[in-house]
């Protein structure tokens, strides 16, 4: 097996989902394993997850739906995107749940599912959950159409609405302005439900906390939330009562696979940025910005080598990285090298590093890197 590999420790994932579990007492959670579970597998995730306790899933497209289905998951599957009408008699086929907030797409399901042959739960209303926009300004209605569109949706015989939902845009801050913000998304979202109710309307399951709210807005919990970084290990907040006592689940590593010595004055690989101050000794790691290591992070990211940091050095190229294992070096080749990892520098602080957030990190170690699961 090639050398630079992705741990997935699924013990980690679990121990998140019970630290969640922990904080928010009674909800559901909803486990998002869109964009292939945050880049982590979106299979083993999702299967771990159910088994630790989630009780649904969200993906973000139809063919991300079909791989669970697939692989034999049949919890619900949210669908948090719209997808393109020639898409809905997949959708229908493997009973996907979206996210609906207009009559034209509502009317585009419903005329679907009555030419849709009888799916696994035969004609039994197909559920949907109606997308509030209350301040995230992404998809949604507004919060004063909620009550119609509820309406329209339990019109249709043949749809159920088995949900209502926001999202926020600034759960994860703690300044006042945001604070305030996510106050007020809330307050909007909770007229509009009361709206729905009043209508003499069941709005089902009533979401939405992201993992910043699930850690700091409590008011925010309802009947389900929906955490994703948090699951991934990656609190929002770092300290404080709502930090999240979670841990990552991706350990990025790989290995020496050439050792070399440097004069002094020598150069190390493309535009000659970083010169030799000294006799070295280098690491060539066969892990490059095609693999999804930030090419922006050259010269700025230490790996971690048999309990030591040791700095990259020059630009990161497409398929190898080199590291500086200093003058009188005492790592061997072979060795193994973590790049970031739980227990150590983490997909978060290498996110401050290049200026993204965690979330793009992990999302983009590609494929060619393997994932190997444990735990
Ligand atoms: C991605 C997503 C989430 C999870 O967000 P995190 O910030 O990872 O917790 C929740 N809800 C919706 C609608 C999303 O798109």
Same mark, same amino acid.
């Given at each position: 097996?090639?050398?630079?590999?992705?741990?997935?420790?699924?013990?980690?994932?679990?121990?998140?989902?019970? &630290?969640? =579990?922990?904080?928010?007492?009674?909800?559901?959670? *909803? %486990?998002? !394993?869109? $964009?292939?579970?945050? @880049?982590?597998?979106?299979?083993? &995730?999702? =299967?771990?997850?159910?088994?630790?306790?989630?009780? *649904? %899933?969200? !993906?973000? $497209?139809?063919?991300? @739906?079909?791989?669970?289905?697939?692989?034999?998951?049949?919890?619900?599957?949210?669908?948090?995107?719209?997808?393109?009408?020639?898409?809905?008699?997949?959708?229908?086929?493997?009973?996907?749940?979206?996210?609906?907030?207009?009559?034209?797409?509502?009317?585009?399901?419903?005329?679907?599912?009555?030419?849709?042959?009888?799916?696994?739960?035969?004609?039994?209303?197909?559920?949907?959950?109606?997308?509030?926009?209350?301040?995230?300004?992404?998809?949604?209605?507004?919060?004063?159409?909620?009550?119609?569109?509820?309406?329209?949706?339990?019109?249709?015989?043949?749809?159920?609405?088995?949900?209502?939902?926001?999202?926020?845009?600034?759960?994860?801050?703690?300044?006042?302005?945001?604070?305030?913000?996510?106050?007020?998304?809330?307050?909007?979202?909770?007229?509009?439900?009361?709206?729905?109710?009043?209508?003499?309307?069941?709005?089902?399951?009533?979401?939405?906390?992201?993992?910043?709210?699930?850690?700091?807005?409590?008011?925010?919990?309802?009947?389900?939330?929906?955490?994703?970084?948090?699951?991934?290990?990656?609190?929002?907040?770092?300290?404080?009562?709502?930090?999240?006592?979670?841990?990552?689940?991706?350990?990025?590593?790989?290995?020496?696979?050439?050792?070399?010595?440097?004069?002094?004055?020598?150069?190390?690989?493309?535009?000659?940025?970083?010169?030799?101050?000294?006799?070295?000794?280098?690491?060539?790691?066969?892990?490059?910005?095609?693999?999804?290591?930030?090419?922006?992070?050259?010269?700025?990211?230490?790996?971690?080598?048999?309990?030591?940091?040791?700095?990259?050095?020059?630009?990161?190229?497409?398929?190898?990285?080199?590291?500086?294992?200093?003058?009188?070096?005492?790592?061997?080749?072979?060795?193994?090298?973590?790049?970031?990892?739980?227990?150590?520098?983490?997909?978060?602080?290498?996110?401050?590093?290049?200026?993204?957030?965690?979330?793009?990190?992990?999302?983009?170690?590609?494929?060619?890197?393997?994932?190997?699961?444990?735990?």
């Amino acid at each position: 097996m090639r050398a630079t590999r992705a741990i997935i420790h699924l013990d980690n994932l679990r121990q998140n989902i019970r &630290v969640v =579990r922990e904080r928010i007492g009674f909800p559901l959670i *909803c %486990l998002p !394993v869109k $964009a292939d579970a945050y @880049g982590h597998g979106a299979v083993p &995730v999702a =299967r771990a997850g159910l088994e630790a306790g989630a009780d *649904c %899933l969200a !993906v973000a $497209a139809v063919d991300e @739906g079909a791989e669970l289905r697939e692989a034999g998951i049949d919890a619900p599957i949210l669908l948090f995107t719209l997808p393109l009408p020639e898409e809905l008699p997949r959708l229908i086929a493997l009973h996907l749940t979206p996210f609906v907030f207009d009559r034209e797409f509502i009317r585009l399901l419903a005329d679907a599912l009555e030419s849709a042959l009888p799916g696994p739960k035969g004609r039994q209303p197909f559920p949907v959950h109606l997308k509030i926009d209350t301040g995230m300004g992404r998809a949604g209605c507004r919060p004063e159409e909620a009550p119609d569109l509820a309406a329209f949706i339990c019109r249709q015989k043949n749809l159920e609405l088995a949900g209502v939902a926001t999202h926020l845009a600034a759960s994860d801050s703690t300044t006042e302005d945001d604070i305030g913000w996510t106050k007020t998304q809330l307050v909007r979202f909770r007229e509009a439900v009361e709206g729905i109710k009043a209508g003499g309307l069941h709005p089902g399951i009533v979401h939405a906390a992201n993992s910043g709210a699930t850690a700091l807005h409590e008011d925010a919990w309802f009947d389900m939330v929906r955490p994703g970084i948090a699951l991934y290990g990656y609190s929002p907040f770092k300290d404080g009562p709502a930090a999240l006592p979670v841990k990552p689940i991706m350990e990025l590593s790989t290995q020496i696979v050439s050792i070399k010595h440097i004069k002094q004055g020598e150069s190390v690989s493309y535009g000659r940025t970083w010169t030799a101050a000294e006799d070295t000794t280098i690491g060539i790691l066969p892990l490059g910005y095609g693999d999804g290591l930030p090419r922006s992070l050259s010269g700025k990211w230490k790996v971690r080598m048999e309990g030591g940091l040791y700095p990259l050095i020059g630009r990161i190229c497409m398929d190898q990285c080199m590291v500086n294992l200093g003058a009188g070096a005492k790592i061997p080749r072979w060795a193994k090298a973590c790049i970031f990892g739980p227990g150590m520098q983490d997909a978060a602080d290498m996110a401050a590093v290049t200026g993204t957030i965690p979330y793009e990190i992990t999302c983009n170690i590609n494929k060619r890197v393997k994932r190997i699961y444990e735990g």
